[in-house]
């Protein structure tokens, strides 16, 4: 069946801000295609670089990659974080290159690097110099990786002529690198922190129609609002590049909807997929997003949108979904919820609420009475419970040891007293009481069948995920599984294509061929 890409069709590009790089609309992201998550700084664990890059992943990746270069989309996105994920795209760039079937010029590359100490980072950066600056002889875009934490944010933004931020500034000097930004899943009012130094060039964030992950819930001090969507005019307004992290997932996993999103969003002319990117684009002027990718056909999926984009005439239909989207909500929840119930509520950085996220457990239990959204919200909850806390440490103790792009915990049903935390809540009781709700139905206890959830209204309307991809990703990362499918090589553990997919779709085919 003839396709979107197939049509000659070009994925549209726009000024990315003060960079005044020429963006394509959808990044080619590069977190879900690598052979392994396992970082390679581990060396007797890590895999063999040279098998890796002879191996039937990386004919993936190239062929990946030559699919996104058919349709524009010319930037490619990973990072030092994401296992194999850089040296696998560099050397594929290289190669690509080398053949004569792409110029340099051709593509924009991004890789972040972790907030570390200054001794730590130029190591990192050395180790990725080392994968990339031979390949293709310059980076884009770097960008510091994951700066939600105050730590984080104070290291990234010192003045210090030894501090980090003074490194990278030499690093552009020297033409290493082209542009400087950062990624971040933090709280909304370190995000806004970060903007407003305008220090940066580019800002990747989460700024979606269903919620802005840890940033939801959460105040910023710029216009005394919850969530990010001040920090995206703020960052538009100086001119900074913005990208939009993770629509498809982090965005509420709308390639597997659920039924109440798929009924209200309808058919003609979005599919949820399609609403979620015009509506960042469109409505919060958003530059880019990004499609993790795993395979070659994965790249159509949001052509549809970027086509839709591209053409016009979708613009009152958007606003008409956008309202009855909105309309749903006021219907479940009540208008004064939906306008201030996550409204002036403390983050888990402050002490008042012993680290429980407590705008991101309301957030995730509205989705679920307002559009059905159980799986999402289970998952997203689910990261709350596996935050480690130690009661013998003290609160900053405790603060300084959660990972900075998983910050805050779940309820805690005895010994926390919230009355402090709730204190500047229009409605404190309300508040508790739906917080009590989300730990019972998304906690780890929480066990829905099938039917269950149907009769509740919480059930998928379809699934489009078609197969588990490299590195042994499935919403949340498990070292155990990881190690696994790395140390077999893809024959155990849960990453990419299984020996069973394969045998299945090989019995699938010599079906077809027997017809």
Known sequence: TATIADSGFQCPKVRFGKTELQMPIVTCGGMRIQTTFLPDTIKLLAPNPSRVLKS???????????????????????????????????QALSELITDGEIKRSDFILQTKLPVRPREEFIKSWERSWEQIGDAVGYI??????????????????????????????????QGKIRHIGFSTHGTASNIMKLINSNKFEYVNLHCHYFGDYHAEGTMNEYNNQQGNKAAVARALELDMGVFLI????????????????????????????????????KTRKMHTLSLGVSKPSDVDELLEAAY?????????????????????????????????????????????????AMGHMLWVRDLVEAFGMYEFAKARYENLENQKWDDKKTFDENRKAMAPGNQGRGYIPTGVDYTDALKDHFDADAALKKMKQSHEWLGKKAQYKDEDLKERGW?????????????????????????????????????????????????????????
Not at 258 to 269: F, Y
Not at 325 to 349: F, I, Q, S, Y
Not at 474 to 491: A, D, E, P
Request: glycine letters at 10%.
């Open 56 to 90: 039937a992943c990386q004919e993936n990746l190239k062929a990946t990659i030559r699919r996104c270069f058919k349709v524009g989309i010319n930037h490619i996105e990973t990072a030092r974080g994401y296992g194999t994920s850089e040296y696998q795209l560099a």
């Open 246 to 281: 993770s629509p498809l997932d982090k965005g509420g996993m709308v390639y597997r909807p659920s039924a109440t999103v798929a009924r209200v969003i309808g058919h003609e002319p979005f599919s949820p997929m399609s609403f979620v990117c015009l509506h960042a684009w």
């Open 308 to 356: 839709l984009y591209n053409k016009g005439g979708y613009e009152k239909e958007l606003t008409a979904c956008e309202g009855r989207l909105k309309a749903t909500m006021v219907e479940k929840l009540g208008e004064e919820w939906v306008n201030h119930g996550r409204m002036n509520l403390p983050d888990c950085e402050q002490p008042c609420t012993n680290g429980v």
């Open 140 to 173: 884009d875009l770097l960008g510091f990786h994951v700066v939600s934490t105050k730590e984080g944010i104070d290291s990234v933004l010192s003045d210090d002529e030894d501090g980090i931020m003074a490194f990278v500034e030499e690093l552009k000097a």
């Open 459 to 515: 059930d998928h309307a379809y699934n489009l995920t078609a197969w588990d991809d490299y590195p042994s990703w499935g919403g949340v990362l498990n070292m155990q599984t990881i190690m696994v499918q790395s140390l077999t090589w893809g024959i155990l553990g849960s990453g990419g294509p299984t020996r069973e997919f394969r045998t299945y779709c090989k019995n699938v085919r010599l079906m077809i061929e027997s017809t």
